[in-house]
């Protein structure tokens, strides 16, 4: 496992962009699938985005004109940069290791480590 850290999160106007980082300490994640999920109270985990190891993306359908997943391997980060978000983006986002280079599906128990998680509050 590898400990994740999420950074970037807040309160951003509707209409707004807003970028979340993820990165790990002591381990390199460019060998690895990262992702992003996001959970509102109440509701369940949602796959948002993945990088796989060779820079390829997937990004949920419903946020693919707004949200783009990219990684800085020379910095050790994924980001996750929300464009035009909606009041109902508002949730928690995660970023996940999947520890294939692959990416396999946009299931939770694909990623075997998980961060903290960081809150994203869009004003209406």
């Known amino acids: 496992q590898v400990q994740l850290v999420e950074s970037g999160g807040g309160l951003v106007q509707a209409g707004g962009s807003l970028r979340l980082s993820c990165t790990a300490s002591?381990?390199?994640?460019?060998?690895?699938?990262i992702a992003w999920f996001r959970q509102a109270p109440g509701k369940e985990r949602l796959f948002v985005a993945a990088?796989?190891?060779?820079?390829?993306?997937v990004v949920e359908d419903s946020m693919k004109d707004r949200f783009t997943i990219s990684r800085d391997n020379a910095k050790n980060t994924v980001f996750l940069q929300m464009n035009r978000p909606k009041p109902e983006d508002t949730a928690v986002y995660l970023c996940?290791?999947?520890?294939?280079?692959?990416?396999?599906?946009?299931?939770?128990?694909?990623?075997?480590?998980w961060g903290q998680g960081t809150q994203v509050t869009v004003s209406s």
């Open positions: 990088i796989n190891s060779k820079g390829g993306t």
């Open positions: 002591g381990r390199t994640l460019s060998s690895y699938t």
């Open positions: 996940a290791r999947d520890p294939r280079g692959y990416f396999r599906g946009k299931y939770a128990t694909y990623y075997d480590s």
